[in-house]
């Protein structure tokens, strides 16, 4: 079963607009990625939040995560077009595993 | 740096036949991972390899089987196709597996079973 669950399942907005998705998760985690993937490729890292880190930035994306309700937010800002991809979340449970378990993904789509 | 390297590309083989497909890490990942991805059930892992030991599996049939090479570089089987195995097949590459496990994925193998 999939341990991460992306929320919505699709997005759609106008370039310049802020794009907010979020993934839920059951059991602890070690810490949680979110991946990037353009249609038909494979996916691209994005970024890393540790379970003791409530927030995180890079560029135009910024990553919240609270432990207590088991849920993580990915924000785009100022969104362009080619941030047109789906997104999923990844998480690491605690407890030794080192495998990523990802989410279904939310479809993004940026009009130009 | 080369990044992860997935041969073919695409694919199309009948129901009863078998698939290999292969992988070549980025140099100096010694982990290699699995995954098939489809539209009803997103990325379930397959099976995690390194230094030529298969350290984690999915939950998938026997049919799926892989193995590692000294060099790094993987490959996957899967005997006797069924129409459900049509899917993208993902492979990534990590360095020494840990519990900040970033993976570098290939672009895929696209199968398609008739």
């Known amino acids: 079963s999939q341990q991460g669950e992306e929320d919505p399942q699709a997005l759609s907005i106008q370039e310049g607009e802020n794009a907010t998705m979020n993934c839920s998760y059951k059991?602890?985690?070690?810490?949680l990625q979110w991946y990037r993937q353009n249609s038909g490729r494979g996916l691209v890292h994005l970024i890393l939040?540790?379970?003791?880190?409530r927030e995180k930035h890079s560029g135009r994306l910024r990553v919240t995560l609270d432990t207590s309700k088991k849920s993580s937010s990915l924000l785009i800002t100022a969104s362009r077009a080619a941030d047109t991809a789906s997104y999923f979340c990844?998480?690491?449970?605690?407890?030794?595993?080192?495998?990523?378990?990802f989410g279904r993904g939310t479809s993004l789509i940026v009009h130009p | 740096k080369a990044g992860v390297t997935q041969t073919p590309r695409y694919l199309i083989k009948t129901r009863g036949q078998q698939v290999t497909l292969s992988c070549s890490p980025i140099?100096?990942?010694?982990?290699v991972s699995w995954y098939q991805q489809t539209p009803g059930q997103g990325l379930q892992f397959l099976f995690e390899?390194?230094?030529?030991?298969?350290?984690n599996k999915g939950n998938f049939p026997g049919r799926f089987s892989g193995r590692q090479f000294s060099n790094s570089r993987s490959e996957m089987n899967v005997s006797t196709l069924e129409l459900g195995d049509s899917a993208l097949y993902l492979c990534?590459?990590?360095?020494?597996?840990?519990?900040?496990?970033?993976?570098?994925f290939g672009a895929g193998s696209r199968l398609t079973v008739l």
């Open positions: 990534a590459s990590s360095t020494v597996p840990s519990g900040a496990n970033v993976l570098t």
């Open positions: 059991t602890s985690i070690n810490n």
């Open positions: 939040i540790r379970s003791n880190e």
């Open positions: 990844a998480t690491l449970a605690s407890g030794g595993s080192y495998i990523p378990t």
């Open positions: 140099s100096g990942h010694r982990s």
């Open positions: 390899y390194f230094s030529e030991t298969q350290r």
